[in-house]
Nanobody, 126 residues
């Protein structure tokens, strides 16, 4: 049974940093991409960053490039999202998700992802 468990969220002042973690278990993820999404109040869930587990290739939404960094630790089966220079508009629930890869295309759509975590709240105060 696949489990994705996010942690690391919290309340932080604008300009600060956070590192979110996603602990993955229940299967091997070598053929998967891991994605981070976020959902702000009243808004749709949106893709922010992803990483191909095997190759380490990363991809980002244009809106977060330069401030968000995704990485993974194979030994710990954990994916991280480092968020720097936080802004109030980054306030959202952040979700980790896993997408089975069948080729080289890395996906950004919600429906492409097979497994989801419960989310971790990030609140940025101005």
């Amino acid at each position: 049974q696949v489990q994705l468990v996010e942690s690391g969220g919290g309340l932080v002042q604008a300009g600060g940093s956070l590192r979110l973690s996603c602990a993955a278990s229940g299967r091997t993820f070598n053929n998967y991409a891991m994605g981070w999404f976020r959902q702000a109040p009243g808004k749709v869930r949106e893709f922010v960053a992803g990483i191909a587990w095997s190759s380490g290739r990363t991809y980002y939404a244009d809106s977060v490039k330069g401030r968000f960094t995704i990485s993974r630790d194979n030994a710990k089966n954990t994916v991280y999202l480092q968020i720097d220079s936080l802004k109030p508009e980054d306030t959202a629930v952040y979700y980790c998700a896993a997408d089975r890869l069948y080729g080289s295309v890395l996906h950004t759509r919600l429906n492409d992802y097979d497994y989801w975590g419960q989310g971790t709240q990030v609140t940025v105060s101005s």
